[in-house]
């Protein structure tokens, strides 16, 4: 499985602090000198910090983010095991009881991941037995196992799970290692007057509120429980506060309930690992713009997350095209041990042991899977080509706009989450007042207020003279993204005589329109702008118009097939014009009479006898 990471996000959150409530931050709006996303020049006043909670991220130019920065937090996340520089003292003991399960009870003051298992290696040990590491919970539930393989003669060996744990502050856990031919080492009254704490994880002191240094027998391994003079048996823990499941050898971006908006001809390339926890990166913050993503590493969603391509010039790429060496342990299905670009989803549950816990979509090859089960998938989705065909430069591993990522529901036993494309939605404008007023100069101020807006692009003013044809004769631009009442006005310098009316044409950033009700004005003149003094009529066509001011106006008569019969330009003055029209129509039936000018827009059914 893959996973996609945004280079997008490890330069910007240059971990000033742990938590951000509510912090807007924005980017400078050209990067001619290639600031990476860490740097603190790329940012125009505070940088975000990592992680970013509650944070707006706005990003107005080409940046990458490095795959250099790591992770900080304001705790040490040193600390990966108990045990330090202790080493045991007590010789290599076989028990006459036979195979045995030996463990430690501790706890850890952050969150982190649970990596895998270690037990000590002491001279008289072999090398032969069947080791097998084992994660618990405090009362027995088996998280994680796995059997070491490649171990040394002595030492420390080491050997981690094949899906990392999470693990709760505060928590305890039971780490065990099950010794086949019941060989190992302990130290008696190790944890009788105190546990043994090394910076965030501590094992913890013998009867308090359980004993520590524990074992119990069997043929397979089998929760500990019982104790023997507080022995430690040296049985240790591989821990990350750092990295996430991924280990702490990658870097980790982490944003919680945020939001990342992409600008004006940007592209992003993410070199590291990016996560997002209920939070959103939308491409395409206007109709026209062209981001893109370069996904050069791994990015993980969970189920309250998407990733929107907000118009059809957006697109996310995983052909690493920056060439990053991307560092993971998911692998691609079709080439092993070569990790590859692509957007991971959170499984519901985890799956105990599997090799593959985590759904994804989309690698470099172009290929979507839905992991419900170790390999080969049990589905394998199409849905990456979304809007590719007859896109220039579209092509295995890239999807283009508009798209948003959405969790494609429950599968399999271990009810995994796939994350596919689907066509972008079209999101609410609140329209809650559009009104239309004649000023005292003869204009007209057409105003609205929406109470909520979100991929919003822009409005265009439309106006009619009969509501059938309309004209657009303004656009005044959306503020995109709001929670509260936003006003907006656009003055009709030209308005037409008579009634004119007016409404909105709402568009979204995927470039997707609805329509607003209609509204009206009236000139307020007492001469009627059109009067027709043959209707029906045998040949001619007897007309008044009336205009505030000179210009030219444009007649059309058409039959309701849409055949012109004639279309004659004509300059009228101001006031009152008298117009014979002798257009060449044949039969008898119902036409249409269609005058328009600059401030003139009028439509008649007229009936030929």
Not at 115 to 122: E, I, M, P, S, T
Request: aromatic share 12%; charged share 10%.
């Amino acid at each position: 499985m893959k996973k996609f990471y945004i280079p997008i996000f490890t330069a910007v959150f240059l971990f000033t602090s742990l938590v951000s409530q509510g912090q807007n931050y924005n980017s400078i709006t050209s990067n001619p000198n290639g600031y990476t996303l860490d740097d603190p020049r790329f940012w125009v006043g505070p940088q975000p910090p990592n992680p970013c909670t509650g944070c707006t991220i706005k990003i107005y130019s080409d940046v990458t983010m490095v795959h250099c920065c790591g992770f900080t937090t304001s705790v040490s996340p040193n600390a990966t095991s108990v045990f330090t520089s202790q080493t045991p003292v007590a010789p290599a003991a076989t028990d006459a009881n036979g195979a045995v399960t030996l463990g430690m009870r501790f706890q850890s003051t952050i969150t982190g991941y649970i990596d895998g298992a270690k037990f000590y290696k002491v001279a008289g040990m072999g090398g032969n037995g069947t080791h097998i590491g084992v994660l618990y919970n405090n009362t027995g539930t088996v998280l994680a196992t796995a059997a070491f393989t490649n171990e040394t003669a002595s030492g420390w060996q080491t050997q981690n799970f094949p899906t990392p744990v999470a693990a709760t502050a505060g928590t305890t856990y039971v780490i065990a290692v099950y010794f086949a031919d019941a060989t190992y080492t302990g130290d008696n009254n190790y944890f009788a007057a105190s546990g043994v704490t090394n910076g965030v994880l501590s094992a913890l002191q013998d009867g308090i509120p359980n004993h520590n240094g524990i074992y119990s027998y069997g043929a397979t391994p089998v929760f500990p429980t019982n104790s023997f003079l507080s022995t430690n048996y040296w049985v240790d823990v591989n821990f990350s506060g750092t990295g996430g499941p991924d280990g702490p050898w990658l870097d980790s971006v982490v944003l919680n309930n945020s939001t990342v908006n992409v600008y004006g001809n940007t592209t992003v390339n993410v070199n590291t690992n990016l996560r997002l926890h209920s939070s959103s990166i939308t491409l395409g913050n206007d109709p026209t713009s062209t981001e893109s993503i370069n996904l050069n590493d791994q990015l993980y969603l969970d189920l309250a997350s998407n990733i929107q391509l907000a118009n059809n010039n957006t697109s996310i790429n995983t052909n690493n095209v920056s060439g990053n060496t991307i560092q993971g342990k998911l692998d691609d299905f079709l080439n092993p041990g070569f990790p590859d670009a692509g957007i991971y989803s959170y499984p519901i549950t985890p799956n105990v042991g599997s090799t593959y816990p985590y759904s994804y979509v989309l690698n470099s090859s172009g290929i979507g899977y839905d992991q419900a089960a170790p390999p080969p998938p049990t589905v394998q989705f199409a849905n990456y080509t979304f809007n590719c065909p007859g896109v220039i430069g579209c092509g295995p591993g890239k999807v283009n706009g508009p798209a948003v990522t959405y969790q494609s529901g429950t599968t399999g036993p271990g009810n995994y989450y796939g994350v596919i494309f689907k066509t972008s939605t079209i999101l609410p404008v609140q329209l809650v007042q559009f009104l239309a007023n004649k000023n005292d100069d003869g204009t007209v101020n057409v105003s609205w207020a929406t109470s909520q807006e979100q991929n919003a692009g822009y409005y265009d003013v439309e106006r009619s003279g009969d509501q059938t044809g309309w004209v657009k004769i303004g656009s005044v631009k959306a503020k995109g993204y709001s929670s509260t009442t936003s006003n907006y006005s656009f003055t009709d310098q030209l308005p037409l005589d008579g009634y004119g009316y007016y409404r909105l044409k709402m568009v979204d950033l995927d470039g997707k329109f609805t329509y607003s009700k209609t509204v009206s004005v009236s000139s307020d003149r007492n001469s009627r702008p059109l009067v027709v003094y043959s209707n029906p009529f045998n040949d001619m066509i007897r007309l008044k118009v009336n205009v505030s001011r000179a210009q030219n106006l444009t007649m059309t008569v058409s039959d309701l097939l849409g055949k012109t019969y004639i279309n004659q330009s004509y300059h009228a003055q101001a006031g009152d014009n008298m117009v014979n029209l002798q257009p060449a129509v044949g039969s008898s039936g119902m036409y249409i009479l269609r005058i328009h000018g600059e401030s003139y827009d009028q439509t008649v059914k007229l009936e030929k006898q």
